[in-house]
């Protein structure tokens, strides 16, 4: 999530140039008990929005999205298998056979998956898929409340509250339903931070260095969210720039030489990775049809209440449509984001910053048609202007651009509740304080001698109007524990391995249903929960069609086409030697030594429909078995 800072010098209150400033002492450090106490709070809130999945963590997935879910289960499977297996982890045949996917061309979470293999092992990737997504949560919260508390906000209260916000916002929440990459921004306050640092004269070097380690490894966690955070930065520097051109170019040289050292080392690092992802196998360009520009943000979507907050309802959904909640801000905080930046926009570059990425991003996230209220207009929006083969955003949804307004409202809470927390200790602050640090200043209060009594009764109560009015605003959008559902267990053919003498080296296990991105959901966490020891046909993935580009899923094979429309139909159509003939060619490019069929509420009609096609199973254990060894050679 992309995070607005500014150079620490710069006061955020007082809006002092740190060109006409004197050089100042290292601010005071924070006590460890406040920060340990924010982040305990995290914690705990990353535990409770989990807590549906920890009463059978086994047995439970999101109740919106099962599949994603299950998706990433099999993503920490991957990367335990790689270390296990010491292979390389940008591909696997494990899925897809015989063909394999490209893993990093797709989200992977290798930067999450490989560290963590060990636990994995340990743990299994059910528990470690629930344990990783609390703990995301609550390390962006934390590295949000570092980067405002160190070099925003005098106020740890105010910090706490912004942290929050860019850690659990409604956006991160709805992603948090199975996508537990796009929760995963505990880097991109370092990193914004990181690139905000680059003008410091003297450590231009080092600053670039960090800069670049920092950006490889998010390069493995979401490379999505780092473009958002690129363009975040961009706009940031460009708004600096134009309203202290002088500061600007004095740190200009500075910046882009360490700008130059962090693209050379991400370069150096992130080189074959970034080749295999475009130039490796299974690799694809863009995706058929650039379906993902039509997901634009609807103008009603800011003042609605998420679905998952206190506030939300689950029939939003069937008014505005079926969408990615990536704002659903509510309109108390909408109208208190207006209020506050009506307030602080003129004194405060910060808020200026802030408001002009709130500004450009809502705009840019329109999509190609105006949406308002579930009902697309005649309006035209800018994405209808954007090619759909443009490099680096042709798999972008305008949709997720409004992530960067919901961190920028993030640090624009945490603004207003330190404006609260000042005015209701200053009685006669001064328009500028030309030496000394925001944190360092030390406001007069009511009891100074020297403060003008009539202002000090004024300004009491700005303190708990200002904490109130953020208060209002952010409850509503307090998380709900995410919505699991049961789901069925895997056959114990599968985990106690029983299948292991029907797969030797080199074939693969055909479940029914084979998985797609539709059907077989439960088919393909038998390949997580077995550390993906055999591998399958189809699977849940994007990888290239005939053209090269990105379809979903595994092209259908005649046979795989036939078991979906004979589940959808619940009725096995008539059969011919042809589809028999097809069969056995599909097996044999599949691979196939056993064909599975465990317990499923379509399991009558796919027994008769394989049965009708290669011959009749066998009962082993609590499923059907076909061994094809024989019948493919």
């Given amino acids: 999530m992309a995070v607005p800072v500014v150079d620490p010098s710069l006061n955020p209150v007082t809006d002092a140039d740190p060109a006409e400033v004197e050089p100042t002492r290292r601010p005071r450090r924070r006590p460890a008990r406040a920060d340990l106490l924010a982040l305990g709070a995290y914690v705990l809130l990353g535990i409770f929005v989990c807590l549906n999945y920890w009463g059978d963590v086994t047995g439970r997935v999101s109740s919106h999205l099962p599949t994603d879910h299950s998706w990433f289960e099999w993503l920490f499977a991957h990367g335990a298998y790689s270390v296990r297996h010491l292979e390389n982890p940008l591909f696997t045949a494990r899925q897809n056979a015989p063909d394999g996917v490209n893993m990093i061309a797709n989200t992977s979470l290798l930067g999450v998956t490989l560290p963590l293999a060990p ?89 670039g260095l960090v800069l670049g380690a920092l950006v490889t490894y998010q390069i493995f966690i979401n490379e999505e969210m780092l473009l958002l955070t690129a363009l975040a930065c961009l706009v940031v520097v460009l708004t600096y720039a134009a309203q202290r051109p002088r500061a600007a170019w004095a740190a200009a040289r500075t910046f882009l030489a360490g700008l130059g050292v962090a693209g050379g080392l991400t370069l150096v690092l992130a080189a074959y990775p970034i080749w295999y992802q475009f130039n490796g196998p299974q690799s694809y360009r863009g995706l058929q049809g650039g379906v993902f520009h039509n997901w634009g943000e609807d103008l009603m979507a800011f003042v609605t209440f998420a679905r998952d907050t206190w506030a939300g309802d689950p029939a939003v959904e069937t008014t505005i449509g079926l969408t990615e909640q990536n704002t659903w801000f509510g309109w108390p905080l909408v109208l208190l984001s207006i209020v506050s930046l009506v307030l602080l926009v003129r004194r405060s570059l910060v808020t200026r910053i802030v408001a002009v990425l709130i500004v450009v991003f809502t705009v840019a996230a329109i999509g190609p048609v105006v949406r308002f209220d579930g009902v697309e207009t005649t309006v035209r929006g800018p994405w209808s202007y954007v090619p759909d083969d443009l490099p680096l955003v042709e798999m972008m949804m305008p949709t997720r651009l409004t992530l960067v307004v919901a961190a920028a409202v993030g640090v624009l809470l945490a603004l207003t509740w330190d404006a609260a927390h000042r005015q209701g200790r200053a009685v006669a602050e001064p328009a500028r304080v030309p030496a000394q640090r925001v944190d360092e200043q030390t406001p007069a209060t009511s009891d100074d001698p020297g403060a003008p009594a009539p202002v000090a009764a004024r300004r009491r109560w700005l303190r708990p109007v200002g904490y109130a009015a953020v208060t209002l605003a952010v409850l509503p959008l307090f998380p709900r524990p995410l919505p699991a559902q049961q789901i069925d267990p895997p056959p114990h053919f599968i985990t106690a391995g029983g299948w292991r003498p029907y797969v030797p080296a080199g074939r693969t296990l055909v479940p029914v249903p084979i998985p797609s991105n539709v059907h077989g959901l439960p088919t393909l966490r038998w390949s997580a929960l077995t550390g993906q020891e055999f591998p399958v046909p189809g699977g849940y993935f994007i990888g290239p069609n005939e053209l090269g580009e990105g379809v979903f899923g595994a092209p259908n094979r005649p046979t795989s086409s036939l078991i979906y429309s004979t589940m959808d139909k619940n009725a096995v159509p008539a059969l011919t030697d042809e589809n028999r003939r097809q069969a056995v060619e599909d097996l044999r ?45």
């Avoid at 429909?609 to 024989?630: E, F, H, K, N, S």
């Fill in 589 to 633: 490019f599949w691979r196939a030594s056993v064909v599975v069929l465990g317990a499923h509420p379509r399991e009558t009609v796919l027994r008769e429909l394989v049965t009708g096609l290669i011959g009749p199973p066998q009962r082993v254990d609590d499923v059907w078995v076909w061994d094809v060894r024989a019948l493919v050679g």
């Fill in 119 to 207: 636990l994995t092992m340990l743990l299994g990737p059910q528990v470690m898929y629930a344990l990783y997504l609390g703990a995301a949560l609550a390390a962006t919260a934390g590295t949000g409340y570092w980067m405002l508390s160190r070099h925003l906000v005098r106020s740890r209260a105010a910090a706490f509250v912004g942290g929050a916000f860019l850690g659990f916002a409604p956006g991160i929440i709805h992603h948090a339903n199975g996508q537990p990459n796009f929760v995963s921004n505990f880097l991109l306050p370092l990193i914004v931070v990181r690139v905000l640092r680059l003008g410091e004269a003297g450590r231009w070097r080092r600053n």
